[in-house]
């Protein structure tokens, strides 16, 4: 699977942006898909994760202001990103793991710079 994130920008704080994380395959049976950042100096840390027949998952710091989606017509993983803070300022990498023993491959990261 090869994944290919876009959709970063800069933005004001408060703002919002959507990123899109387009896969090279169908991902409607995809297990796990999910997001993830890396801020300078920090590790790279989970955002939101979605696996089928499961509740999605966020990390705390972004509950109530991110919303993970997929959509399986376009093979297309979305993160709609509201309420931005500067701390959430990173680059954001999508991945994808078919099941459980699979490997997870990457997308290449998007720059999300959020000023205050």
């Known amino acids: 699977v090869q994944l290919q994130a876009c959709g970063g920008g800069l933005v004001q704080a408060g703002g919002s942006l959507r990123l899109s994380c387009a896969a090279s395959s169908r991902i409607f049976s995809i297990q796990n898909m999910g997001w993830y950042r890396q801020a300078p100096g920090k590790r790279r840390e989970l955002v939101a994760a979605?696996?089928?027949?499961?509740?999605?998952n966020y990390a705390d710091s972004v509950k109530g202001r991110f919303t993970i989606s997929r959509d399986n017509a376009k093979n297309t993983l979305y993160l709609h990103m509201n309420s931005l803070k500067p701390e959430d300022t990173a680059i954001y990498y999508c991945?994808?793991?078919?099941?459980?023993?699979?490997?997870?491959?990457w997308g290449q990261g998007t720059l999300v710079t959020v000023s205050s």
């Open positions: 979605d696996t089928i027949g499961f509740s999605t």
């Open positions: 991945n994808a793991r078919e099941r459980l023993g699979r490997p997870y491959y």
